[in-house]
């Protein structure tokens, strides 16, 4: 099949190389022609496990290419719209200027007949408003959400947990003729994913679109479910961890997603919802979806309580204290540093005064692009040399098998801010340290 993926960030990039590593024919385009020549020559522009093994052998099969032109994208039977919905800066509510864009450029390539499919992440009511525009050429849309993790996105997206559809219905609710026909074609590019059993929604757009940003808010929800009842086990002398591990084995809840510490971030949670609490605003709902205010609060709660932490442990002020923030990027596994909470954090304890070194084994480079104002150290043990306190931020495998007495030797007060959980109280305080975690005695 000759496919086309409009937008080649951090979900096209990784779809197309996935899609010619499933044999289909394959052309990204990207505006950005940095971007492009990077992919062009087999290097992902950024880190994600796995990614730059089905990239170079896509790009040297002749099947994976790359291109600025949208013109490129003529031909293609199926093309994939997977451009950025950031947040638009000041408000809660999406920017769709991207999706806008890219649909505009892309009609006067269409032909009769040919599928667009939607994965961007978009406000419910989106995929109608594009459908109308493909109507006239004869083409068809179906919106077909994505729920990749960074850190797991090729296997997410060869091996998803389930596929959506959303397609064109009828007065009736019944899916068109059309719609029905482009599903057979979205089939035949998911064949091998369908082959191993992969559960798949055939649904309408409203719920397609719903699909993506209601899992969004509910696991968005079960992180600060978990760290709100870590403000209760502040105060009560409760273990936050033991607490999530003993409700965890109700299967009905689940462990995953119930790690208590310093709490979501990331390019999808946060702005997800609050562009769903906006768009549910503009449908005359915004009561329906008040909680995840609440979840939003509670998240961003975390950061301050850690930096009070930090002032608790150091006799009320940190101004003028060392102090190395282990991890950078928003989550371990990537090198995202959007809404990173360990940014955030290591920002707010600069403001009040304290030297701040942040390290990370991938997200340096773009940390350092941002945050110019902050100092950075290549490895755990340099910026952790001469620290009043140690916090570790995002829980890299590295960081969770630190040795204490290794970096005991280096610091300069054995101060450990476990901002994730991760480390065991006991072996800590057992090779002298004075440890402080969120959520736990
Ligand atoms: C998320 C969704 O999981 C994915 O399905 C969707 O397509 C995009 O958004 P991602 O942003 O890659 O994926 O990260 P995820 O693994 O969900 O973690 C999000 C944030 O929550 C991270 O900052 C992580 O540290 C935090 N988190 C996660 C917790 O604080 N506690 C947990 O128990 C789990």
Known sequence: ?????????????????????????????????????S??????????????????????????????????????????????????????????????????????HLAEG????????????????????LTSIGATLI?????????????????????????????????????????????????????????????????????????????????????????????????????????????????????AGLGFGGGCLPKDIRAFMARAGELGVDQALSFLREVDAINMRRRVRMVDLAREMCNGSIAGLNIAVLGAAFKPLSDDIRDSPALSVAAQMQLQGARVTVTDPQAIDNARRKWPELRFAPTALEAAEGADVVLLATEWAEYRELDPVSLGKVVRERRMLDGRNVLDPTVWRGADWTYRALGRP
């Not at 086309?4 to 052309?27: D, F, K, N, R, T």
């Not at 040919?114 to 009511?125: F, Q």
């Not at 947990?161 to 074609?185: I, M, N």
């Open 39 to 108: 992919l062009s020559a087999g290097n992902a522009p950024f880190f994600e496990p796995g990614l730059p093994e089905i990239l170079r052998e896509g790009v040297a099969s002749g099947r994976l290419a790359f291109s600025t032109d949208m013109g490129d994208a003529a031909g293609a039977k199926v093309h994939f719209v997977c451009v950025g919905t950031p947040q638009k800066p000041g408000e809660f509510a999406a920017d769709l200027t991207q999706v806008e864009q890219s649909f505009t450029m892309l009609l006067p």
């Open 114 to 133: 040919d599928v667009v499919v939607g994965k961007s992440t978009v406000p419910v009511g989106t995929a109608e408003a594009l459908a109308v525009r």
């Open 143 to 259: 919106w077909n959400p994505e729920f990749l993790r960074e850190g797991f996105a090729v296997q997410d997206t060869l091996h998803p947990d389930r596929l959506v559809y959303g397609l064109p219905t009828d007065d009736t609710g019944t899916s068109t003729e059309a719609g029905e026909k482009a599903r057979q074609a979205l089939d035949e590019v998911y064949s091998v994913t369908l082959s191993e059993g992969t559960p798949l929604v055939v649904t309408d757009y409203a719920t397609a679109q719903l699909v993506k940003v209601a899992a969004n808010s509910f696991l968005a929800t079960k992180i600060s479910f978990i760290n709100a009842m870590s403000e209760l086990c502040e105060v009560t002398g409760a273990d936050v961890t033991r607490l999530a591990d003993a409700i965890g084995y109700d299967v009905r809840i689940g462990r995953q997603f119930l790690n």
């Open 1 to 37: 099949m000759r496919i086309s993926v409009i937008g080649c960030g951090y979900l096209g990039a990784v779809h197309a190389a996935a899609m010619a590593s499933l044999g289909h024919e394959v052309v990204g385009i990207e505006v950005d022609a940095h971007k492009a020549a």
